[in-house]
């Protein structure tokens, strides 16, 4: 008899924000808590030196090195972020350029990507999200496709420090399932029941 044990799904969770009860951070944690055992999403923060290429290469800053190689270590990448001035924040796209280099080689280049955005605002920082999708696109990283994740009004769905909105945890967890297929496993199963969302809530 032989028992099949698969190594577990290794997610690298990379919010947007640098804020201390950050709400990006919050979602990150509610979905860490509803995976399944065998997948770990591993939380990050962008907080890295300025990008300059004269620091890039060999010498490249340490906190950076870490970055990338648990980028590439990971089986795929889930960012969650804010809204900052209808733009992704500045400390998150300063973290990509980062993880775009070395061109043709960078750890982001071809990995699966599932992208949320969150706002107090009813609009749920879609534009933020666009403009992220575009810098993922010249990256070459692969956007995980699917209805948009998008989180509006999100300081009434925090209790406690705490992300409870329940359909929209569903709602995020089809598409980091339609990730975990796209890495060869199947979908979380609380990804089952929210098939009633996807149809209320596609944008
Ligand atoms: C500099 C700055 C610019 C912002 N611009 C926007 C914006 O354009 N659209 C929006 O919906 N929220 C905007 N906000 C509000 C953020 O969405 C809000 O602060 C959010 O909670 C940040 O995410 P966090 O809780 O993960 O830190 C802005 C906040 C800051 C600090």
């Given at each position: 008899m032989t028992i099949d044990i698969q190594p577990a799904v290794r997610l690298f969770g990379l919010s947007g924000s640098l804020r201390r009860n950050s709400y990006c951070r919050s979602v990150l944690e509610a979905l860490q808590a509803?995976?399944?055992?065998?997948?770990?999403?591993?939380?990050?923060?962008?907080?890295?030196?300025?990008?300059s290429e004269d620091e890039d290469g060999e010498a490249s800053p340490h906190e950076v090195r870490r970055f990338r190689a648990s980028i590439a270590a990971s089986d795929g990448v889930v960012i969650v972020t804010p809204e900052y001035n209808h733009s992704l924040p500045g400390a998150?796209?300063?973290?990509?350029?980062?993880a775009s280099r070395p061109l043709g080689a960078a750890a982001l280049t071809g990995k699966p990507v599932v992208v949320i955005s969150v706002s107090p605002a009813f609009t749920?920082?879609?534009?933020?999200?666009?403009?992220?999708?575009?810098?993922?696109?010249?990256?070459?990283?692969?956007?995980?496709?699917?209805?948009?994740?998008?989180?509006?009004?999100?300081?009434?769905?925090?209790?406690?420090?705490?992300?409870?909105?329940?359909?929209?945890l569903c709602f995020a967890l089809e598409t980091i399932g339609a990730l975990l297929k796209d890495v060869g496993r199947g979908a979380p199963a609380a990804a089952a029941a929210s098939s009633h969302v996807l149809e209320e809530g596609a944008v």
């Open positions: 509803i995976l399944p055992p065998d997948v770990r999403l591993a939380l990050h923060e962008p907080r890295l030196p300025l990008y998150l796209k300063n973290a990509l350029d980062w749920g920082g879609v534009r933020a999200q666009s403009h992220l999708h575009d810098v993922l696109l010249a990256i070459r990283a692969r956007i995980v496709a699917g209805p948009q994740i998008v989180i509006g009004n999100i300081a009434a769905k925090i209790s406690d420090g705490r992300f409870v909105d329940e359909s929209s």
